[in-house]
């Protein structure tokens, strides 16, 4: 299960952050998240490690906590995507393929002519579709 | 790392036994332990204390039949590794000296008696056997006999007897290195050998009790380290790992599930230790880090039952520190890890998987669950009594507990129940401060990270450092932590983690009675870009921490609360000492709020100017904007504007207070304002617009904006100016409404918080009254006059310049290597106004002269007074040239701090040259010496002219004027240049000049000398032209104050030559048409040789010509040869002679009169002439028809 979602701008600063847990513990994915744009900055600063990923959008999973797997995306124009999920087996694929429908969302959010870049996203539109893409990624990792 | 015992952290060494010839063992031990592997000694003094080493032996275990065993009472024993490592040796060797072998029989039976003991107590086990003879004297060789006596006696193979020599050090280190080298062999042995026992154990009782097989593998593994087998060691170690999980799923039935559990995560971390080591030491990180996740996969979930949860956690924490520390030592030697590939497609490892940084967060992460299940655990023990704690002591099997009871002497271990355990383990982990050890994992892992330079990461351990801090009571290690946290997501916009941790900061300050700290994190966390919409639920609020929730709400109760307590409604209720703290007047606050201060948020103060520049005196507007994103409306008392002139400062007040006005009539002498209102709302400019007025010219500037609330609490706001204004931190991300701070949007795009107050403008008129160009050598008088023309000029200061207008000096720097007066041009001096004293001029009022500046000080001048000066400027090069003159004075007279006032005048004037002076040589009319250097002339000769010997030139000197100005020449001369070299010919000029000659622009002034050279030397030295000159300025009186100005020309020198032959061509001035004439050629040779000539004289047009018309004639040494033809001119006007060619065949050269000097008029008739006197000295001829 998909547990947050979150848009991290140029300068690391969180542009959408959405957690999907019942239980309360939005602060500590939070931190979660804002730990992982570490890793993201060494993936991007020393691309000879990832080797074959270079030039990918998808950044692989960046670093497992006890109980969590963070996955990043980097956009063509360097914003960041986190996925946090409680899966602990979960493919590569799946993952890619929310990336990409998500990445589709947020173009379509700051294609509006009324978000300024750089703000943080408050399309109440792009959070619902987020919220179906992160429902419908359960089912399509069984099916 | 460190509790686990040493036996287990260090590889296994192998261990033999000397017995015997105590005297060598030292040397022995040290040998082998300076092996490569080592080997450990265990040293007998004696031979026959050999039982002390070696007890008896146990019937062995072997002899029980598989079925017949009892069940292992734990998995593996306590002390069996310790035992081999330090009790079991591999060889015993005993050391026999060589006296006992060839002594007497006596000793020699003695010797046979103590072998056969030591053979009985090695039988039974493996332990290898070797017999050393010492032979301390070389000399003394042991018989062949005695030595198999010896072998036989000992039972060992001729390989294992040894003979040892210490007679000299080359043999004694011989036979040290034989030694090791057997030790070594035989210890090998004896490992494989009791390995290969163990081995076919296992093969034999694979359906026996697991317990058991793991036993066996462990020791397997075990012997294989001894022998430095490590894949082997490797391999049973895993194999028992893998026993062992399968003896997990059978626990919960057992008995005492929770000790058996406690045993197998024992033994399981023992065996994983040792694997995580041996993949380290063989350098592979990764399968180590993979065995490592593996482990802590299997083993996560298996907690046990609820009320022993805390051993589980304690135990996964210890897991993860040890393997940080494994790796933290591996890594120091693997130096960079990041050539590593990130793991295998389906199970990547990420980067933070190989830095002991992460393992020591996760044990701290541990640590803190196994605390607070400890705590409640605790809690659940309440009121028992652990009446036995102490009795309870590690049993003889890893991992198991048993309590010690003593009966008699001896003690008897008892087994515990599992409930028994529970007390024993809850009483001891309250022995434990976790929260120092959390904190010590914390740091580590935080600095590790720090070091790797990863931010967030150590961030995120500081936080969690500092909560520690922070529940532990030492609110300033916290404080610290926090506070370099907060900056980081400061900067990076994460308000919700911000919030929290302000929120540990704010309740630390409020326990601690900081009231300012206080009030500064309240306003913070208030003005914080958290609104209802923005999507972030609502936490619990153990979670939150002491900030609450991070809501639109809370936010609005902590601005009721910090107004409150600046109003001083409130107090700040401290837990610490009990009493409120308030802020009054004996506790004022005041809160200073710059450019980077993360209170910009509360209160944002711009300041912008209308215009850029007034002048003194006049008045502009200056508008305020102050913006705040506190949640809630507020008033501001009064606000006061400082500048950095401090007399504009000004006090705004609400008009709706007048009270509050009266009461803080403080600061007197300022200037009051009012505003219709000082209320602030969210998001929402307050803008208010005053006139300010500057009499002091410089920089008017804003400095800041004291806002005052409340009585005693001031926020002092620095100003900023809208143009260069940052965005709100934190705010800039947020979707709002982004106003401008003045309404007019070119203000708030360009305003300025400064302004430039001009100066006064000048009433005093300067003038530079020169004109025209100035002409080089004189010295040029430019006329500087100041009048005042309402301002009195007090304490001025002329200051001049002289600037090239070409930019670069006004001395070229070649010559200013030369010669230090070699500007181009050069001020000469300053005259003060006519009739002052010169030299009083000099000691009071000239400052300052140098070649291209000057400083003169101008007399105090009343309104209306002029005062004027001269400036001598002379030049020495034609240059154009920029002067600027610049008055500075002082209006006023009272006192040096008046300002200065500045009128700035420039002119460009052109130097030029006056004269140009050139001169010509010339022969005498009709004469041509024949110069041979001229004939054979190369083509860039003709640098230096010459002249023929002992012949009279004409010297012809010519000045012009080249000036725009008439110009009176005084004199013309021509004078050596130098004393010393005589001038070697004799110049007849005509006489000097009586009256000063004018010269009008483009004028020229001739005079004529002759030249005659004197003296038989090859140069004509001819000197100087030297012309005195000076400006015609009209009247007579004021030419004569000019000085002559002397224009030197240097004349070239002449070269003097020898003609060989003179030509000279003679008839008569002039000619009457048909009146017949003589004409003359005189051909002189001045050699001593006879010159043969060939002369030709070609027909002209209007004479008839009697003569030879071409000849050859000889000219004697030093004689003159005539020609002579006779002419009938036969037209009148000017007339070309023939042509006369001579050619001079010694020379080969031809000569040939120039058409000038061949012609001739001829009148029409006899011509009458009349000589008039003429009234000055000039003869003119005139011809008279």
Known sequence: MIVC??????????LYIQSFTDADDALKLHHIVHCSLDVVDERVNNPKKSGPTLNETFLGLLYPTENYKVYGYLTNTKVKFIL?????????ADVRNFFRRFHAGYVDAISNPFHEPGKKITSKTFAEKVSTIVKSFGFSSTG | MEEYPEEMRSPPVSLVSVVGCSELHSFISTHLHSLDPPINTLALPDLSKVSLLLPPPKPNPADFSAAAAPPPAGILKRDWLLKHRTKVPAVVAALISSDRVSGDPAQWLELCSEIDNLKGLIRGRSIKLVVVVVNSHSTEEISEDQMVAVRKRAEVDAKYLLTFYTGEDSQLKQSLHRLGTVFAELAGMYYRDEGRRIKLRIERKSSGPTDLNIRYSFKVAVYAEFRRDWVEALRFYEDAYHMLREVIPGVSTRLSAIQRLVE??????????????????GGKIMEAVIWFRQHNASYRKLKGSPEAIFLHWEWMSRQFLVFAELLETSSAAIQSISHLTAGTADRPLTEWEFQPAHYYQLAAHYLKEKRSSLDFAVSMSEGDIDYSAESVAPSSHMGQFARLIEQGDAFVMQPLTDEEYMRYAISEGKRFQDSFEIIALLKKSCESYTNLKVRRMASFCGFQMAREYYAAGDFNNAKLLFDDIASLYRQEGWVTLLWEVLGY????????SKVKEFIEYSFEMAALPISADTGIQSFRFEESGPAGPATLQQRETIHKEVFGLVSEKLGLASTENGDDVKVSSTNPLHLEIDLVSPLRLVLLASVAFHEQIIKPGSSTLVTLSLLSQLPLNFEIDQLEVQFNQSHCNFVIMDAQKPLVASSTDGQSGHRRETAPSLRLSTNKWLRLTYDIKSDQSGKLECISIIAKMGPHFTICCRAESPASMDDLPLWKFEDRVVTYPTKDPALAFFGQRAIQVEEPDPEVDLTLGASGPALIGESFIVPVTVTSKGHEVNSGELKINLVDVRGGGLFSPRDAELSADSHHVELLGISGSEGEDESQLDTDEIKKIQKSFGLVSVPNLKSGDSWSCKLEIKWYRPKPV????????????????????????????????????????????????????????VPDSDQSVSMPLNETSVLIVSATNCSEVPLQLLSLSIERDNDDTERSCSLHGGEDLLNPALLVPGEKFKKVYTVTSEMNSSKLILGNVCLRWRRNSGTREQAGSAAPVMTNHKLPDVNLESSPLVVSLECPPYAILGDPFTYFV???????LLQEAKIFLADAQSFVISGSHSDTVYILPKSEHIISYKLVPLSSGEQQLPRFTLTAVRYSTGFQPSIAASTIFVFPSQPHFKMVAVGDDRKESVVAE
């Open chain 1, 5 to 14: 979602v979150a848009v991290v701008g140029h300068q690391n600063n969180p």
């Open chain 1, 84 to 92: 946090v999920t409680t899966d602990l087996d979960v493919k590569d």
């Open chain 2, 264 to 281: 197998i995560k024992t033994v399981a971390e023992q065996l994983h230790f040792k694997i995580s080591t041996l993949l380290l030491h």
């Open chain 2, 505 to 512: 900061l704010r309740e630390g300050s409020r326990k601690h």
């Open chain 2, 882 to 937: 920029m002067l600027y003159v610049s008055l500075g004075y002082s209006p006023d007279n009272n006192g040096s701090n008046t300002q200065k006032v500045n009128v700035h005048k420039s002119l460009q004037i052109e130097g030029k040259n006056a004269i140009s002076i050139s001169h010509r040589l010339m022969l005498p009319f009709r004469r041509y010496p024949l110069l041979l250097s001229r004939t054979k002339s």
């Open chain 2, 1082 to 1088: 005189k051909i002189q040779n001045q050699t001593e």
